[in-house]
Every structure is written in structure tokens, then in C-alpha cells.
């Protein structure tokens, strides 16, 4: 394999470092650096059905790094910007790493890991990775403040550079036994299940008024980031693609191209595995795991506010459906959505009231990369994604959310109710108690015809649903 060394490395660490790299580990940082173009070379060659598709995407590689040192360079005028440096800095740093302990695991123990069949083949490498950064972050911490330090006295411009300390961290740590350790604890949280699931995950510091049409003259409000005007400027979507890292600024026409100084929710779509948006994966079939792999990111994440999570779960035939009620989309308002006081110190539900929500669920079409089929998914976009919301309420609420999505017919009746549930947002009202009672009988039903999932498992987190709907309808009493 033709490996890469930028001829911007001039400092004498870089040369030094790499000079003592095995031939493996220039092709890590060979492959981290290039990022989705890895993947996307290799698709493009496999899809012109090349004589030696193998042989040439490995030739090509030293091309497409060429391309990227080019392209990858932080301007002179945003640089100048110096107040912003270490905190957009600090976001590429934990993502190269991120993607250079992926690497280390696949390594290693990618037998123990393997991929669930039509799923993102990398997810559960990537939560082996997160669990082991969520128990080296002090140590991550110091050296990651050491190399911005080091890269801001060098005037560095060039994320090959980073990518190189970005290893050089990771060379550090990354020891046999923590590894062990991440994976056997990542394997720990799987409970089984039938259903694709997949999310995604908006932060903010601006909360709602991150958004375009809200966001003008706030920007300053969002120190550091200034709600991520700069996002593409500093190649976050480069860096941050193994979690499908992208702006969403809202602009619907544009909503995955840059829009010149409009900012917007740093999203992780864990669905998309491809720039053009065309393709995607669910995530799991576990709900256990997805529970986890949402939790982990979170605290991965954690210079930005988590803000709201989209859960997409794929539709699958049982026949006849049941015509979901007001008192059903309420129930699930109680459990995912934001019930708090507002400015006058009455409940609501805050998201429809501030008519952040378009819909609050529907339902599209997915391809899938693998056979090319689309599938049909519902996304439950309501939900409000909080960093204090442990895993067992997690796991609770995707199993409430996939139990009824499999039972009701949300295909024909999902916006029916949406002015009611307005209505209800400004002045909640407590739900009767057979209205709750219904509510989890169809989500029972649901999930017990998921015959992978143990019985008892099922049993009590219908229990932990049932206090937590009657914990939340008391507040409306």
C-alpha cells in the first residue's frame, strides 16, 4: 500500500513519529485521515466493476490523501479567530481518536464484535470505542489539551497534523487490557430483539433557537461554537462521519449543503452512511444496545447540550394493525416528550408549544445499501434528549416506542391528531387511568410478539412504563 506523509509536516515531531509507525500503523492514519473518502472510493471502484477493484482502490488511496491534505486546511481568516480554536480543535481531536480506537478494535477483536445482518457493520466497534473513551477521559483530557497546545504554538493549519497527534494520543493509551475491558462492557447491555432500530441525535447549546429562522443575532450567545457557523470551516463533517456527522441548520431545500454563516444543531445521524443521504442503515435490532450506543454518545459529545433524539423504527407486517388514539400519542408525550413548567409557571409540553415540531411522527422509506430495497420506517421525532436520563429509561422508552409501532397503523393515521395534541401542549390535562391501561396493553402486545426478548425483561419494564406514565400524569392531577 502507497502510504501518505504530508509535506506540510515540517516540525521535527512529525517526521520522528512517523518514522517509528509499522507499516500497519501508517495505514491506520493512512485510512482515519482520508475518513468517508476511504468508502467511498472503494464503492466507486467496486460499482465500475474494476478488473482488480482491490488493487486499484489501494493505489488510489495515496491520490485521495494528496486531495484531502489539500482540501483539509483550516483558512487564515478563521484561524485569526483565535477564541475559537481550542474548543473546535478539542471536537476534531476526540473524533480522530475516536476513529483510531474503532481501528484498534477491529484489530483486535473484531471476531467478538461481529456486524448484525442489513446493520451498520461498524456500530458495534464504535460502542466498544465509546465505552472505552467514557473511562479514559481525564487522561484524554490532558494529552488532548497538550497537542492543541503544541499545534497552536506550531501555527499548524493541516488536519493531517492533527490526525497524526490525534494517533500519537491514542498510541498512548490504548493498552491490551482496557480494550478487553471496553468490549467485554459493550457486549454487556445486548438483550436480543427482531425489530431495526436507528436514531439520531441533535445538540445545541441554543436549544430550539439554533435553527435559522430563530438564530439570527444569537450566535454570540453559543461561546465557543457560536451555534457552529464555522462547522465547515473546520471540516466537522470530515472529522465526526463514522457517527454521520453533520450541520442541520433546517434550511429544507439545503439541508446537506453548507449555508454560508448559518448555524444549526451538530447532528449525529446514526442512520446515514453516506454523504448524499442516499442510503441508509438501521443501526441495532437491540434495543439494549441502542439504549447504550444513545447514552455513550451523549457523554461522548458532551462539550455540546444534547437537545432532541429521533428514533427510527423499521415497520414490520403483523397483519392487522390497531388505530392508534389521541390518549396513545399523549401517553407517549408523558414518557419522551418535555413536560415542564414554562416562563409563567404552568406545565406544558414544551416542544409543541413552542411549535418546534412539524410532525411528531411519520413515516418514510429507507434504501438499504445491502439489498437495495426501501423499507418502510417511522420516526418518532418528538423526543427530548437529555444527558441525565439513565439507561434502564432508555431501554424502557424504545421498547414502549417500538411495542406500539409494531401493533397501530401509523401509516394512515399518524397526523390525524396533531391540532388535539397542540391544544393539549399549552393546557395538559391528566389522562384516565383506562387511557394508560390501553396505551400499555398495546405496547405489551407489541413487544411480546418479539419472541427474542425474555419474557421477564419485558414484564418489568412494562412495570417501570406503568410508574413512570402514573408518575408523570400525577404532575397534571
Request: with cysteine; hydrophobic share 40%.
Amino acid at each position: 500500500m502507497p502510504f501518505f506523509f504530508s509535506e506540510h509536516a515540517q516540525h521535527p515531531f512529525y517526521g520522528t513519529f512517523y518514522g517509528c509507525l509499522s507499516a500497519v500503523e501508517r495505514g491506520m492514519v493512512l485510512r482515519e485521515f482520508i475518513g468517508v473518502t476511504y468508502r467511498r472510493r472503494f464503492q466507486f471502484f467496486k460499482r465500475h466493476r474494476y478488473q482488480h477493484p482491490q488493487s486499484s482502490f489501494k493505489n488510489n488511496l495515496y491520490l485521495a490523501a494528496q486531495r484531502q491534505d489539500r482540501r483539509l486546511c483550516i483558512r487564515r481568516r478563521i484561524w485569526r479567530k483565535k477564541q475559537l480554536l481550542p474548543a473546535y480543535l478539542e471536537l476534531i481531536f476526540r473524533h480522530y481518536v475516536l476513529g483510531f480506537v474503532v481501528q484498534m478494535i477491529r484489530k483486535r477483536h473484531a471476531r467478538v464484535l461481529p456486524a448484525e445482518p442489513g446493520c451498520y457493520p461498524d456500530a458495534p466497534l464504535i460502542l466498544a470505542a465509546l465505552e472505552w473513551f467514557a473511562e479514559h477521559e481525564p487522561e484524554l483530557d490532558a494529552l488532548i489539551e497538550q497537542q492543541i497546545a503544541q499545534v497552536l504554538a506550531e501555527d499548524s493549519r493541516h488536519l493531517y497534523l492533527y490526525c497524526l497527534r490525534a494517533y500519537y494520543i491514542t498510541r498512548q493509551l490504548c493498552d491490551a487490557l482496557p480494550l478487553q475491558a471496553a468490549v467485554t462492557r459493550s457486549l454487556r447491555y445486548r438483550i436480543g430483539g427482531q425489530v431495526p432500530l436507528g436514531a439520531e441525535l441533535e445538540f445545541s447549546n441554543l436549544g430550539h433557537r439554533a435553527s435559522f429562522e430563530h438564530s439570527f443575532c444569537r450566535h454570540g450567545q453559543d461561546q465557543p461554537f457560536r451555534n457552529f457557523i464555522y462547522f465547515h470551516q473546520f471540516f466537522l463533517e470530515d472529522v465526526s462521519w463514522r457517527l454521520g456527522g453533520y450541520l442541520d441548520h433546517h434550511v429544507r431545500l439545503r439541508r446537506y449543503l453548507p449555508v454560508p454563516w448559518i448555524g444549526g444543531f451538530f447532528e449525529y445521524n446514526l442512520v446515514r452512511i453516506d454523504y448524499p443521504r442516499r442510503y441508509s442503515l438501521p443501526l441495532t435490532r437491540d434495543p439494549g444496545f441502542l439504549a447504550r450506543y444513545i447514552q455513550r454518545v451523549v457523554a461522548f459529545n458532551r462539550c455540546v447540550a444534547p437537545h432532541s433524539l429521533h428514533l427510527n423504527v423499521e415497520c414490520i407486517d403483523q397483519g392487522a394493525l390497531l388505530v392508534p388514539q389521541l390518549s396513545d400519542y399523549l401517553c407517549l408525550l408523558l414518557l419522551g416528550g418535555d413536560l415542564t413548567v414554562d416562563d409563567d409557571g404552568r406545565l406544558c409540553e414544551r416542544r409543541f408549544a413552542r411549535n418546534e415540531l412539524i410532525k411528531m411522527v411519520q413515516q418514510r422509506r429507507h434504501e438499504s445499501l445491502f439489498d437495495h430495497l426501501h423499507h418502510l420506517v417511522t420516526e418518532y421525532a418528538f423526543l427530548r434528549l437529555s444527558a441525565t436520563r439513565g439507561y434502564d429509561d432508555r431501554l424502557s422508552l424504545i421498547l414502549a416506542l417500538a411495542g406500539f409501532n409494531r401493533v397501530s397503523d401509523l401509516g394512515r393515521y399518524c397526523l390525524e391528531p396533531l391540532g388535539d395534541l397542540l391544544y393539549w401542549a399549552h393546557q395538559p390535562q391528566a389522562l384516565a387511568g383506562p387511557e394508560i391501561e390501553s396505551f400499555l396493553a398495546k405496547v405489551e402486545q407489541g413487544m411480546s410478539a418479539d419472541l427474542s426478548l425474555d419474557r421477564a425483561l419485558v414484564q418489568c419494564h412494562l412495570q417501570r412504563l406503568r410508574h413512570w406514565l402514573e408518575r408523570q400524569n400525577a404532575r397534571l392531577a
